[in-house]
């Protein structure tokens, strides 16, 4: 029986709320389950369901009744450890201009391969998690996947949105056909222009260290920095069996700086960001 994984990563937020929700199946050599992730500044659960309740077809995935697409999410999702209902809907999607793997999606046995389905789209609507109401009204979205056997042995993860744009970084040990290498993919939104970083267009990671990390390519630059972690355990696969746990923080503080032949674009701290940082501190 093949070993895989295959989930979705979509977030909601707004000035006040964040939510975030990892709808996914995955797959050992024994078993095949699916199951629903839900972070919130405050917490993080997992639903269990059974496998036969999963069903994807292009851009819509569903888990039994509960739905995600490119028209948006919707809720309806009773464990013993979690209650999630409501619906909320997207606005027009912002996807990439092509495939943030580059000429990687084409690579056989990477053990995860990364997609960027929209890198900011609007979102309205109610949904209530265990009691908790949350509800966005012309609020921000992004949405992501990823799909392998494993998450990388150490990475890094972060997203955040800002006035004029939103970004995301991933920095991961990869290993491919014997050898290991610092692979980088990046995307940054900058008032309706798309920047793009990535080992494949001769991105580099020449800083990892306590939390901050620095991207040079040519002659741009992006510098990122978890300033003040709130993380939350999450479940995340080893060769498709959900038994790692990572911890993410749905929203921290963190700090974002991005230069271009010398000029600095955007120079930002904020306590709404994403993050992910999985390597030694």
């Not at 709320?17 to 629903?36: D, E, F, K, W, Y």
């Not at 809720?75 to 450890?81: A, G, R």
């Not at 979690?82 to 201009?97: E, M, N, S, Y």
Request: charged share 20%; proline share 4%.
């Amino acid at each position: 029986m093949k070993t895989f994984f295959y989930g979705w990563y979509l977030k909601c937020q707004s000035d006040a709320q964040t939510l975030a929700m990892i709808p996914a199946v995955h797959q050992t050599g024994q078993s095949r389950t699916c199951s629903i992730q839900i972070i919130t500044e405050e917490e993080a659960w997992t639903g269990a369901l059974p496998c036969e309740a999963f069903q994807r077809k292009g851009k819509q995935l569903s888990i039994g009744a509960n739905q995600f697409g490119e028209d948006g999410i919707r809720l309806d999702l009773h464990t013993p450890e979690l209650t999630a209902v409501g619906k909320l809907d997207f606005g027009q999607l912002t996807p990439l201009r092509y495939d943030i793997m580059g000429p990687f999606a084409l690579v056989p046995l990477m053990e995860c391969r990364h997609s960027v389905y929209s890198m900011r789209h609007s979102v309205s609507g109610t949904v209530c998690v265990n009691g908790e109401e949350f509800s966005f009204q012309n609020a921000c979205g992004y949405w992501e996947g990823d799909r392998g056997r494993s998450f990388p042995k150490e990475y890094a993860w972060t997203q955040c949105f800002f006035d004029g744009g939103s970004l995301m970084l991933s920095v991961a040990d990869i290993p491919l056909a014997g050898i290991r290498f610092t692979g980088v993919i990046a995307a940054v939104l900058w008032r309706g222009k798309e920047y793009r970083l990535a080992t494949y267009l001769g991105a580099r990671a020449v800083q990892i260290r306590d939390g901050r990390i620095r991207i040079v390519q040519g002659d741009m630059e992006l510098e990122v920095c978890l300033l003040e972690a709130l993380a939350r355990p999450l479940k995340a696969p080893v060769n498709g069996d959900m038994i790692r746990t990572i911890h993410e923080s749905a929203v921290c503080w963190a700090s974002y700086r991005f230069r271009k032949a010398g000029k600095t674009l955007f120079e930002i701290e904020t306590e709404r960001a994403s993050f992910e940082y999985e390597y030694p501190r």
